[in-house]
């Protein structure tokens, strides 16, 4: 099945979206042959070139916003040859392109920030397949905005809840308060996700994490949702993302709360209170 | 009733469950016992601590599933002696260990522990279930009292006989002979006919006492629930509508329809524009067909959510209609518009969605 830009726009204007992405040809992290990221590169321009062309001549189109895809694998130059040139053009905001799982951890941020380095600071910079927090949290330092919820069905699907720390609130006031106080410890190592599955959890008839308000901790304990792993029940996967999700829209909340606050400080010391191990933080 | 067999209704939050209408659910003590165990329940303050409904619950004995699904080792006036379809372990039911069990989970209506057969079992197998059922019955009665953790709790005897008249008139009389809470029909949907169902329901709820419930067990469609009714029963619990639900098989007032069908790809509104459920009032037809084309878990959710609410309507319509004294106009404007699914493909969907699923 093939689909070409005019294709992918009848699609497009079909759905009246708010926003979408302009069609690009994205290589994963695995191509290294020079000749094929270069193509994707100059692919994707003229893929951006055609659907602006589009848009141009179409009312429907117009009301949608506009995110033009950096591309350009784990090529520095590349990436910024992309950047660059995708910012001439008028877009409303810029989609990174080509972050999978496979990613070479170390490389992950320098390469982010090749490409975003170059984007005005004024518009918004998406990015897919997030598939840890912890990530988000290198992401955003590496200069990117707006995330998917990849990392929560992650976490649902292994039967995972989220624990990460995600209030900034005792965060950013206290420290201001208290500077030097000694932090209050919590009587359980701080972890950022337990596995329900484990049979520990079957007689704990706590909620997936205390103080958080989302409906499967109001109603449900750790026990019943171990139960419903074991017996292979849909509502695991239910419950799970209800509350994995209202975890995850909080820890935004925190974050975006924590970042007005002119200190590095404050965010440093949220980045640690969310205690991600260490091989998904790689700042 | 809608039934939560592992302390859930498939796929559904309590909320949903108690939106569509429900006031009781029903669960299973045999796969209870297995998963989580009788103690984890204990230890959780009861059945609805656990699962974290606050309504009444029902639970049954756990008698059939043992007889249905673990493989059985022996039965005799003791028990049942089983294997259970997760691991193999051996297990025994007795009467006491029905009601013990039933106790500790702390369900507000239990079952007497009684010995099942398929309809297709000879003359003296029935009778020998039956009169075992009969001597457990009296076990169960005065084995039953209240508890710490259970509080009072209601307790109903089970009438059986097969589809021998005989056996069910003398099965109804010993059973009522003996003071329960209430009284249900048991050893039905099993393989028999719909008349053959019909004839006995009948026969059974004339020798019932009216002033206690009368619980069809195990049924049932639509068309089961009025006709049912309308030959004197109170109670039903049936895991057919949201196991249709989740293989796409939808409840309408003319009949059932399969959601994956191409006709429904073109519809924009909802599948029963008459329908309050939560899914008819949110998405249209052509919505949940692509949810079941995709294999989105959000299909056969919506699906249960809209099959449970269809049915649970359905009961409180015919409150209703009784309340009104006009529910024999109800009952033959329902079944005039209701066109039940043809008997064959209904047996074959159903033995192949159990085989497919399992539980």
């Given at each position: ?283 | ?221 639509p ?28 409840f309408t007032p003319t009949g059932r329809i ?13 599948l029963d524009e008459t329908c ?34 269809f049915?649970?309507r359905l009961?409180?319509q ?15 404007r329902f079944l005039g518009a209701y066109q ?20």
């Open positions: 099945m093939k689909v070409s830009v005019a294709g992918y726009m009848e699609f497009v204007r079909a759905s009246r979206p708010n926003v979408f992405e302009s069609l690009c040809d994205s290589v994963s992290s695995q191509t290294n042959k020079l000749k094929r990221v270069r193509k994707s590169v100059d692919r994707t321009l003229r893929f951006l070139d055609q659907t602006l062309a589009m848009r141009q001549n179409c009312q429907v189109l117009e009301e949608c916003g506009l995110l033009g895809a950096v591309v350009g694998g784990d090529v520095y130059e590349e990436r910024v040859r992309s950047a660059t040139e995708t910012v001439k053009r008028p877009v409303d905001g810029f989609v990174i392109e080509g972050f999978d799982l496979e990613h070479s951890h170390e490389c992950y941020q320098s390469i982010l920030q090749s490409a975003t380095s170059v984007l005005p600071q004024s518009s918004p910079r998406f990015i897919h397949g997030v598939y840890s927090p912890g990530d988000i949290l290198t992401a955003v330092e590496s200069g990117v905005d707006v995330f998917d919820s990849a990392c929560v069905l992650t976490a649902t699907e292994n039967g995972c809840a989220f624990t990460f720390h995600n209030s900034s609130s005792d965060c950013v006031e206290n420290r201001r308060e208290n500077r030097g106080a000694t932090e209050n410890i919590a009587a359980e190592p701080p972890s950022h996700q337990i596995d329900l599955n484990d049979e520990k959890y079957a007689m704990d008839f706590s909620p997936l994490l205390r103080g958080c308000e989302c409906y499967c901790c109001v109603h449900h304990t750790r026990a019943y949702i171990h139960h419903l792993l074991i017996t292979r029940e849909i509502l695991a996967s239910t419950l799970l993302m209800m509350h994995n999700f209202t975890h995850l829209m909080k820890f935004f909340a925190s974050l975006r709360d924590v970042l007005r606050s002119p200190l590095e400080s404050d965010y440093l010391h949220f980045k640690s209170l969310c205690a991600f191990p260490e091989h998904f933080l790689h700042a | 009733m809608p039934v939560a067999t592992q302390a859930t209704v498939k796929g559904l939050t309590f909320d949903e469950v108690r939106n569509a209408g429900a006031e009781t659910v029903l669960s299973n003590a045999y796969h209870l016992y297995l998963r989580p165990g009788v103690d984890r329940i204990r230890d959780a303050g009861g059945l609805h601590r656990f699962m974290g409904w606050a309504g009444p619950v029902l639970t049954d004995s756990g008698g059939y599933q043992a007889f249905s699904l673990g493989a059985l080792r022996r039965i005799n006036d003791n028990g049942i002696l089983f294997r259970s379809h997760i691991d193999g372990s051996e297990h025994l039911f007795t009467p006491e260990v029905a009601i013990r069990n039933q106790q500790l989970f702390g369900a507000d209506i239990i079952m007497c522990f009684d010995q099942c057969v398929f309809s297709a079992g000879d003359r003296s197998d029935v009778r020998a279930a039956m009169d075992r059922t009969h001597r457990w019955a009296r076990v169960c009665y005065d084995t039953h009292a209240p508890t710490a953790y259970s509080g009072v709790q209601a307790l109903f005897g089970i009438v059986q006989g097969g589809t021998i008249p005989e056996f069910r008139d003398e099965s109804t009389e010993l059973v009522t002979s003996i003071p329960f809470d209430g009284y249900a029909i048991g050893g039905l949907a099993v393989g028999e006919t719909k008349e053959e169902m019909h004839r006995i329901t009948r026969q059974v709820c004339e020798g019932l006492p009216s002033d206690k419930p009368r619980y069809l067990m195990g049924v049932g469609s068309e089961d629930l009025v006709n049912g009714v309308a030959l004197g029963v109170d109670m039903f619990d049936c895991v057919l509508p949201t196991r249709v639900a989740r293989n796409g098989a939808l399969n959601i994956a069908n191409r006709r429904y790809g073109d519809q924009d509104v909802p309050d459920c939560y899914a008819c009032q949110h998405y249209s037809a052509a919505y949940l067909r692509h949810l079941f084309k995709a294999g989105e878990m959000l299909g056969p959710r919506m699906a249960s959510v809209h099959n449970l609410r049915v649970l009961m409180e015919m409150r209703d209609a009784i309340a009104g004294g006009r529910f024999v106009e109800f009952r033959d039940p699914t043809d008997e064959q493909s209904r047996q074959t969907q159903k033995h192949r969605w159990i085989r497919e699923r399992g539980v």
